[in-house]
């Protein structure tokens, strides 16, 4: 596919150059700025103006973005200018503006015949040319004087009659001249009337198709000014989306682009683009189509063989690309229809580069989790690597690692899939892909239960040096990993930490952008478990109200959650059983089996906690064979703690685990020692309980650095129990009058909360 931000005309004749009052400002901004430093003679300059090195570096860089960009009213441009260029400069050509604007064709002839010298040696050649005729600005100057000397009289005037206009927006206390009949053409007289005077609202209607309107002064963009604009403004929305302009105001450049250019597909696809950033499915398959009607319409000018062949190539993209519109919808059966037309149009053609593409997007659409498909991504990352395609190479080794991630490889399999694919993407640097590689690193570490490596592989997508063309990468991997940490520094207890990440995602991902949901998900989620240890019921409610709107199946889940604390046992257990089945009849890749085990453990101690041991303890192994089978190591040490307190899965929990789950396994942990003394001796009984109440002091810590409240309270009863086995009675009252106080605040509201694990 070639690349994006590489247009080819196919033949195409460039535009007509035109002379506008901004490129004639530009023209005078040159012009001014060499007489100045004394590069051409003048008498009137009397103090040559040295100019530093990086005064020099500012102007010029300064000046290139101003030819490369769309024409701009004298306000913005004195914006531009203004703290850039040195005050002599800057006097000198606001003087020639005016001077322009009030004597009019005279001294705009002269001005065009004195820029001559910038870049051409006179005849007799005792003046030298100052700018290079091959340089940037030489060849705008050359342009801008051919523009010019093609303008018929008429032309010529309409031309001073802009100028006065775009000089006079800026300064509106200058009235225009009221009798401009002699110099109008006849259109132009018409419209006020024979002999009637024009008014400046007059000349806004009289210049409308010349892109001039009483709000200012519209852009008028060659073919390269264009090109340059379509290719800047793709690459920011691929790379940082923030640093793009609004959806709104790029969708009217493009329309100014296609006044100029009215034949320039790339504006089509650079508005296909947009739309997609809006979510906007009618208006991105409308610019999707006319974007390849042009690309077809433009072979009609080379031979026949040839515009057949660019024809059917276009064809087959338009198709291919219209799969990946659907795919993105959620219209999986267009999808696929368009990928099959796709592929038969690429075989009939043996376009190999095409068929690779389709059939990266084939492992997206195909079942995940299946034999059949591990075949396939393994004759994908064959063919590519035949065809030297390295980027659908690494992408498709980090589909196949991600594949034999939940169909029961080891990870250390997985990863070392993971581990070729970085190679790849040093090799050819593709930094694009490094950034996905961390990142999917990120999210298995998470799933296999190793939450430090997770938290580490998050922060190097974050401090991976992203500076690509002069632009950081701020993509939605960059959401993802600020995301994670926000979520892993809110299971220690760390919650302001965690807003600070939140606020720093909601600053480089704005509400209105296509990426904002992420942070917005887990700001919902880490409410709703604060409020929930918090017992402060009302405000978890509406976290799950919150949350239902960017993440269904969530919300549903931690609703249950919060049902079951409040003791509403039935509601919450119709709600698992619903979640229970919708996940047994879908089609269970990881991210929905890391899902199901989740709720199988929720079901699992609702069950137990209603007295139901027997359904619980399905559930429960449920879970650990699941999470067995695919590696998920915290998830077994979890739920194994949760179905009979074993050791050994300590280490891990109190490794990776969060505070909450931490403080639950100490408690169980000391739960079971102190049952196991009966048999002892007073002096080893004491000697347990002592410890018993130590251990208590750290897992009371832990619930409070979470606020889990009603967690605390449960503890400081047990506390108080074990005080008042040792004959303690002083340390025994004081926890209960803690009991005491935290049970107003936080009452019980059910027997199922009492001692829960």
Not at 606 to 621: A, D, F, K, Q, W
Request: proline share 2%; glycine share 4%.
């Amino acid at each position: 596919m070639s690349d994006l931000f590489t247009f080819n005309t196919y033949g195409r004749q460039p535009l007509k150059e035109q002379v506008t009052p901004h490129k004639l400002s530009l023209l005078v901004l040159i012009h001014k700025y060499q007489l100045l430093r004394g590069k051409i003679p003048d008498e009137d300059i009397e103090d040559v103006v040295y100019f530093t090195e990086k005064e020099q570096r500012d102007f010029m860089l300064t000046l290139l973005e101003l030819l490369q960009g769309s024409d701009i009213e004298l306000k913005e441009l004195r914006m531009k200018l203004q703290g850039i260029i040195k005050p002599a400069l800057f006097d000198a050509f606001f003087e020639k503006l005016k001077e322009i604007h009030d004597d009019g064709l005279p001294t705009v002839r002269e001005f065009f015949n004195s820029i001559i010298n910038l870049v051409f040696s006179d005849s007799n050649e005792t003046i030298e040319a100052v700018i290079s005729k091959n340089s940037v600005v030489g060849f705008f100057i050359r342009r801008m004087l051919l523009a010019y000397n093609k303008l018929s009289f008429s032309q010529v005037i309409r031309f001073l009659e802009k100028n006065k206009y775009y000089y006079e927006l800026y300064f509106p206390n200058i009235e225009p001249e009221t009798d401009l009949g002699k110099s109008l053409t006849d259109s132009v007289m018409s419209l006020s009337g024979a002999g009637a005077p024009l008014t400046k609202s007059c000349l806004a209607q009289t210049f409308e198709g010349l892109q001039i309107s009483d709000s200012g002064v519209g852009g008028f963009y060659s073919q390269k000014q264009a090109e340059y604009f379509i290719a800047q403004q793709a690459l920011l929305l691929h790379q940082n989306e923030n640093k793009a302009l609004s959806p709104s105001k790029l969708q009217e450049k493009i329309l100014d682009i296609l006044k100029s250019n009215k034949d320039l597909a790339e504006a089509h696809f650079l508005s296909y683009l947009n739309s997609l950033r809006v979510k906007e499915y009618c208006t991105a398959v409308h610019n999707l189509y006319h974007y390849y009607d042009r690309n077809s319409k433009l072979t009609g000018t080379e031979s026949t063989s040839t515009s057949k062949d660019k024809e059917e190539l276009t064809r087959r993209y338009a198709a291919l690309n219209l799969a990946a519109l659907h795919f993105r919808f959620g219209h999986h059966g267009e999808a696929m229809a368009s990928l099959i037309e796709a592929i038969h149009i690429a075989q009939e053609a043996n376009d190999n580069i095409c068929l690779q593409h389709a059939l990266s997007w084939l492992q997206r659409f195909g079942e995940q989790g299946v034999a059949a498909m591990s075949h396939l991504i393994e004759k994908s990352i064959a063919k590519s690597e035949d065809l030297a395609l390295p980027y659908l190479t690494s992408l498709g080794v980090q589909v196949l690692a991600r594949h034999n991630a939940f169909v029961f490889n080891k990870p250390a399999n997985v990863f070392q899939y993971l581990q070729y694919s970085d190679s790849l993407n040093c090799e050819n640097f593709l930094s694009g892909m490094v950034h996905i590689s961390y990142t999917q690193k990120a999210s298995l570490w998470h799933i296999f239960g190793k939450s430090e490596l997770s938290t580490m592989c998050s922060l190097l997508v974050l401090s991976l040096d992203n500076l690509e063309s002069g632009i950081s990468h701020n993509t939605e991997l960059s959401c993802i990993a600020l995301c994670n940490l926000a979520q892993k520094h809110a299971e220690r207890g760390q919650y302001q930490i965690a807003t600070d990440l939140l606020n720093h995602a909601k600053l480089r991902f704005p509400v209105n952008s296509q990426y904002s949901h992420h942070w917005m998900n887990y700001e919902q989620q880490i409410t709703f478990d604060k409020m929930l240890y918090n017992r402060k019921f009302n405000l978890a409610e509406q976290a799950v109200v919150n949350l239902r709107v960017v993440d269904e199946q969530e919300a549903k889940l931690r609703n249950a959650l919060l049902l079951c604390e409040r003791g509403e046992t039935t509601s919450a257990y119709k709600q698992l059983n619903d979640l229970l089945e919708a996940c047994n009849n879908q089609t269970i890749d990881g991210q929905d089996l890391h899902f199901q085990c989740r709720v199988l453990m929720a079901m699992s101690q609702l069950c137990m906690n209603t007295g139901n041991h027997t359904t619980g303890l399905n559930h429960i192994l449920d879970c650990i064979t699941k999470a067995k089978s695919h590696h998920m190591s915290y998830f077994v040490a979890i739920a194994s703690i949760q179905l009979a307190f074993i050791q050994k899965y300590m280490l891990t929990i109190l490794t990776h685990g969060s505070l909450y789950d931490q403080a639950r396994t100490l408690y169980c942990y000391c739960r079971c020692r102190v049952a196991n003394i009966n048999n002892k001796i007073e002096d080893q009984r004491n000697s347990v309980l002592l410890s018993g109440i130590s251990m208590m002091d750290t897992v009371i810590d832990l619930f409070k650095r979470v606020e889990a409240q009603q967690r605390v309270k449960d503890c400081i009863y047990y506390q108080a129990r074990l005080y008042n086995d040792i004959g303690n009675l002083a340390e025994r009252n004081k926890c209960a009058f803690q009991f005491k106080q935290l049970d107003q605040q936080y009452p019980t509201l059910s027997r199922m909360t009492i001692n829960a694990f």
